[in-house]
T-cell receptor, first 114, second 112 residues
Framework: AQSVAQPEDQVNVAEGNPLTVKCTYS??????LFWYVQYPNRGLQFLLK??????LVKGSYGFEAEFNKSQTSFHLKKPSALVSDSALYFC????????????FGTGTRLTIIP | NAGVTQTPKFRVLKTGQSMTLLCAQD?????MYWYRQDPGMGLRLIHY???????AKGEVPDGYNVSRLKKQNFLLGLESAAPSQTSVYFC???????????FGSGTRLTVV
């Protein structure tokens, strides 16, 4: 079985400060990890992914995420938050072989305070 | 514009009525998925397809059926709607397992 945990339902960050949205995962095998963002009344948009290689991956809108195998984590980060980053963020995981299905976390609502 | 198109965007059904949600993609993607999104529960997979003519059950398939007769279309059917099926439904697609998904804009369904 595969699962994802996003331990924080809500994260508030002041504009200009660094932000982190946490994600931990569990899979039987090598993980494929993804971050998505959802703006109000919209579908989800792909931000970035880790498949293999460098543990630090860079994605859209200045976001990056660090894969940590020993801690089974894939936290989303940005050095300087913008008000426009306020949205709902989802982490997702699947195993590399034998399972086409992506499992999503319950989401973290990020609010950037001007 | 290339992408995933869902119709309809909104629908209100009475308990026991049936309906079909249509998902169409023009990116030649092999994989297509139907998810439902409920507050506090994230996205849960209903059914998915790994290619034309194939379908498989996801995490919450009961009460739903699907068909993938053409590669570009993935239909989700509710035969007898129940209030528990009130949700926002998202279709998604990708070309291979390591790709990110492209999502549609969603269908907001209310069953009264």
């Amino acid at each position: 079985a595969q699962s994802v945990a996003q331990p924080e339902d809500q994260v508030n960050v002041a504009e200009g400060n660094p932000l982190t949205v946490k994600c931990t995962y569990s899979v039987s095998g090598n993980p494929y990890l993804f971050w998505y963002v959802q703006y109000p009344n919209r579908g989800l948009q792909f931000l970035l992914k880790y498949i293999t290689g460098d543990n630090l991956v860079k994605g859209s809108y200045g976001f990056e995420a660090e894969f940590n195998k020993s801690q089974t984590s894939f936290h989303l980060k940005k050095p300087s938050a913008l008000v426009s980053d306020s949205a709902l963020y989802f982490c997702a995981v699947r195993v590399d072989f034998g399972n086409e299905k992506l499992t999503f976390g319950t989401g973290t609502r990020l609010t950037i305070i001007p | 514009n290339a992408g995933v198109t869902q119709t309809p965007k909104f629908r209100v059904l009475k308990t026991g009525q049936s309906m079909t949600l249509l998902c169409a993609q023009d990116m030649n993607h092999e994989y297509m998925y139907w998810y439902r999104q409920d507050p506090g529960m994230g996205l849960r997979l209903i059914h998915y397809s790994v290619g034309e003519g194939t379908t498989a059950k996801g995490e919450v398939p009961d009460g739903y059926n699907v068909s993938r007769l053409k590669k570009q279309n993935f239909l989700l059917g509710l035969e007898s709607a129940a209030p528990s099926q009130t949700s926002v439904y998202f279709c998604a697609s990708n070309f291979w397992a390591g790709d990110g998904y492209t999502f549609g804009s969603g269908t907001r369904l209310t069953v009264v």
